[in-house]
């Protein structure tokens, strides 16, 4: 079997294709359209095709695997060879994946993608993140420009906002400077809640997602946001390599008698772990009761409450997946434990 390495770029690509042998057969560079990849590689032998993780590879390697081939997504902060290569350009960049995956595909520590409609539901929750702070943005600009000039209104909410202007007590000259941005705030607040009721629909979609809600901390938001992030449970071995996933894991460096752990990694999806540290602090603010709450309360007495609400987080992150595979309910107190309460 053939090995191909791809350096994929916005407009053209580099194709390194090598044999087994370890001779290069083909240098090519290809524009970065779904066409070019059909008319290229369609039609060829089942090769074994390398391309780094990136905001291209999930429909370039959809496109391959339709093709026949064998796609090797690598892990770009695993390939430490071209990244801090002295001799680095975009030829050499697609031999050196082609080398790579040629000698052990393990090596590149490789990713799989979610499917294309897990991709657009998590779109979706993208984009109504991504209105919802503008929104915001809108409302605490506008507030913090009357206060500036001693007027103090409600800025939660767009309308609440939108009628204080209304009411004679802040002069037109400032109503005229901040109207467009209270405009903006209630646009934007009419397409969040048309996003939200999309949101409802999905989530019925999923019952994994009311199991979720079990949990102290955990909203239908971040439950859905976890079930699209995961896709497929059974893809790890254990519980806790979801930790690992969503780089709540930390740190580790072991030499000999030796052990250092440090910070957690960061590695994986940012926002599934920011959902999840907001989830935290709701447990530890939530009045029920549980052994969750507890434990991460005495971890806070130790080492502070900002590293036991990551470290609470963690514990969350591999609950659900506990939760998901088992399809078990969630208990806030052992038996024995609540009889004792």
């Not at 109503?175 to 705030?185: H, K, R, S």
Request: proline share 4%.
């Amino acid at each position: 079997m053939e090995n191909c390495g791809i350096d994929l770029h916005l407009k053209s690509s580099e194709v390194c294709v090598v044999e087994e042998s370890g001779e290069t057969s083909e240098l090519a560079k290809i524009p970065t359209t779904e066409r070019s990849f059909v008319r290229w590689f369609g039609g060829r032998a089942p090769m074994r095709i390398c391309i780094e993780a990136s905001g291209l590879s999930p429909w370039v390697g959809r496109i391959l695997a339709g093709l026949g081939h064998e796609v090797i997504v690598a892990n770009a902060q695993r390939v430490r060879l071209i990244a801090e290569s002295t001799l680095k350009n975009d030829r050499v960049d697609a031999e050196a994946l082609a080398r790579l995956v040629r000698m052990d595909p393990a090596l590149l520590c490789p990713i799989r993608h979610r499917r294309e409609e897990t991709q657009r539901l998590r779109g979706m929750l993208r984009v109504r993140r991504t209105l919802v702070n503008s929104r915001t943005a809108c409302l605490n600009t506008s507030s913090g420009l009357l206060r500036s000039f001693g007027y103090r209104v409600p800025g939660r909410r767009p309308e609440r906002l939108a009628r204080a202007l209304t009411t004679g007590k802040v002069p037109e000259e400032l109503c005229a400077l901040v109207a467009p941005l209270v405009a903006t705030a209630l646009e934007l607040d009419e397409k969040v809640r048309a996003l939200d009721g999309e949101v409802a629909e999905v989530e019925r979609s999923f019952p994994e997602v009311a199991r979720f809600q079990q949990v102290p901390g955990i909203g239908p938001l971040v439950a859905l946001s976890y079930v699209l992030c995961i896709e497929d449970p059974s893809r790890f071995r254990t519980s806790r390599d979801v930790a690992s996933f969503l780089g709540l894991r930390p740190r580790m460096r072991e030499s000999a008698e030796r052990s250092h752990f440090g910070s957690i990694t960061r590695h994986g999806d940012g926002e599934m772990r920011r959902l999840l540290v907001q989830a935290a602090h709701g447990c530890l603010r939530s009045r029920q009761e549980t052994e969750l709450k507890r434990w991460a309360e005495q971890l806070a007495g130790r080492i502070g409450k900002k590293k036991a609400v990551v470290a609470l987080a963690r514990k969350l992150a591999v609950l659900l997946h506990r939760l998901w595979v088992t399809g078990e309910d969630y208990q806030a107190l052992r038996p024995e434990i609540a009889a004792a309460a």
